[in-house]
């Protein structure tokens, strides 16, 4: 009974920018960890960047200095501000939640959006 559904993603010209957003509907208790992956074609899935509930962040070393994620933990929701795109960006990007507890105390490992498609060209 927990759900992701990501939006944002679209076509941009390198340089530009583009803010995604994911929320996590259900009967949610707390989340562990609210991140974005993405998996471009012909390549293995990826972590973008990731951030805990105590607000520690994780980034891809590709993306530092120009994605910010943040979250809201009320909202069970997160985000991701991408600015300075580059082509190397394209992909689908996925909203991941880790560590998942609802108010019945049910537990869950993991959940994953279904995807958005970022393409960044000219």
């Known amino acids: 009974q927990v759900q992701l559904v990501e939006s944002g993603g679209r076509l941009v010209q390198p340089g530009g920018s583009l803010r995604l957003s994911c929320a996590a509907s259900?009967?949610?208790?707390?989340?562990?960890?609210m991140g974005w992956y993405r998996q471009a074609p012909g390549k293995q899935r990826e972590l973008v960047a990731s951030?805990?509930?105590?607000?520690?962040?994780t980034y891809a070393d590709s993306v530092k200095g120009r994605f910010t994620i943040s979250r809201d933990n009320a909202k069970n929701a997160v985000y991701l501000q991408m600015n300075t795109l580059k082509p190397e960006d394209t992909a689908v990007y996925y909203c991941?939640?880790?560590?998942?507890?609802?108010?019945?105390?049910?537990?869950?490992?993991?959940?994953w959006g279904q995807g958005t498609q970022v393409t960044v060209s000219s």
């Open positions: 259900g009967s949610i208790l707390s989340i562990y960890a």
């Open positions: 991941n939640a880790d560590k998942v507890w609802d108010r019945s105390s049910t537990y869950y490992p993991d959940y």
């Open positions: 951030m805990a509930i105590d607000g520690s962040t």
